[in-house]
């Protein structure tokens, strides 16, 4: 019965359009709050002014995802933190575009995507196993490279379950889950790229 109420719900093209229209628009509200934020730790530590006063103490910690994003970003260059924002923009803007155009159904590639989550993990012990007997610099490339194509990807899946007419699908109310999914996709994805191409603060 709830895949016959879902299905009708994505068959009226307006309530599609009103789903994809909070969706990016919550997303576009969260990515300006990051970019602002990331642009604070960058700008604003580099002239050894100080963010632990109130009320910039509570700002911060009550945007807990961002910060991520920005303690990430504070230890490369501004340079590489914006070449990386840059890629990351067009990045989201081609698999978006792709995802609303392509046939390819991404949503029924759930257990590639696991596979290659699996893959991920295994690099991951592999990296903080070697890593105390030396740093390896094209392994950590590597792990960066992949996990960057692997979000990617999920960006593809994510953006193709908010679209409909897959396979898989989600359901109209359920646009902060789609907002914070491709929002993680994102910021994952900006991530991976930094450790790929950051230079780090001298």
Known sequence: YEEMQAQFYWDDKA???IFIRKVYAILM????VTVGIVALFTKILLRQITIRQFPWNLILWHVFITVFASSSASFYNT?????????TALVCLSVTIFS????????SCQGVL???????????????????????????????????ILFTLFLAFDTQLLIGNKRYT???????????NIYLDIVYLFSFLLQIMGGGRE
């Open 15 to 17: 309530v599609r359009q």
């Open 29 to 32: 509200t969260q990515l300006f």
């Open 79 to 87: 340079k590489s933190v914006l070449l990386c924002l840059g890629i």
């Open 100 to 107: 609303f155009q392509t046939k390819i159904d991404f949503t």
């Open 114 to 148: 696991f596979v290659l989550c699996v893959v991920m993990l295994l690099c991951a012990i592999t990296l903080s196993i070697v890593v105390p007997f030396g740093y390896v610099p094209w392994l950590h490339a590597i792990y960066a490279v992949m996990g960057a």
């Open 170 to 180: 989600m359901s109209p109310e359920e646009y902060i889950f789609a907002t914070l």
